[in-house]
């Protein structure tokens, strides 16, 4: 009897469906890698750290050495002090977080546009993603859309690093989502 060694797993926790719907396509068969995209029940930071934390604990994941867990989640509504601790939290815990500044949606526009700084609430960024999707709708499928113009939107998002520490009066509007999707071209390099 043959033996194949787990996959490492590649767990993200959303906030919304907007990234969930997104996120599926990362899905791939034959990259060394398997991916669970799961939605977090409550939309709340700390819930969905919380969440993620339940799902590391129940799929037995093993953040140390060969998976990995994220969540991905808007600044929008919550305090530059509960994001600290959020961060700290998930730090000490190996999950790494993707924050989204006000909203997913500003990673959709650094596919057409890199002028994203006057975007001041989520509304802004919805609006102006209008312009460049038709009909645009949190739980659209913009996969085939985007993705001729994902490499540049990621090369983008490099220029609003996120560090562990956030000062969300000085940060411009931005994602760290690169950090996501490096990981995933490395782990497909390995494979």
Request: with cysteine.
């Amino acid at each position: 009897m043959s033996f194949y060694p787990a996959l490492p797993t590649i767990l993200i926790v959303t906030e919304g469906f907007t990234e969930k719907n997104y996120l599926e396509r990362l899905r791939e068969r034959d990259v060394g890698y398997t991916v669970i995209i799961k939605r977090s029940p409550e939309q709340r930071p700390e819930k969905i750290l919380k969440y993620c934390e339940a799902q590391v604990r129940e799929r037995a994941l093993d953040l140390k050495t060969q998976d990995a867990a994220y969540c991905v989640f808007d600044t929008d509504y919550t305090s530059e002090e509960k994001l600290q601790e959020i961060l700290v939290r998930a730090k000490k815990k190996g999950i790494r977080v993707i924050l989204s500044k006000p909203c997913f949606e500003v990673f959709f526009l650094l596919h057409f546009t890199g002028n994203i700084d006057s975007l001041a609430v989520p509304k802004d960024a919805k609006e102006e993603l209008t312009n460049y999707l038709e009909g645009y709708s949190e739980t659209g499928d913009y996969w085939k859309k985007l993705l001729p113009m994902q490499q540049r939107a990621i090369e983008r998002s490099r220029r609003f690093v996120i560090p562990d520490r956030i000062d969300l009066r000085k940060c411009a509007n931005g994602t760290n989502i690169y950090e996501l999707f490096d990981d995933l071209r490395h782990r497909k390099g390995k494979s």
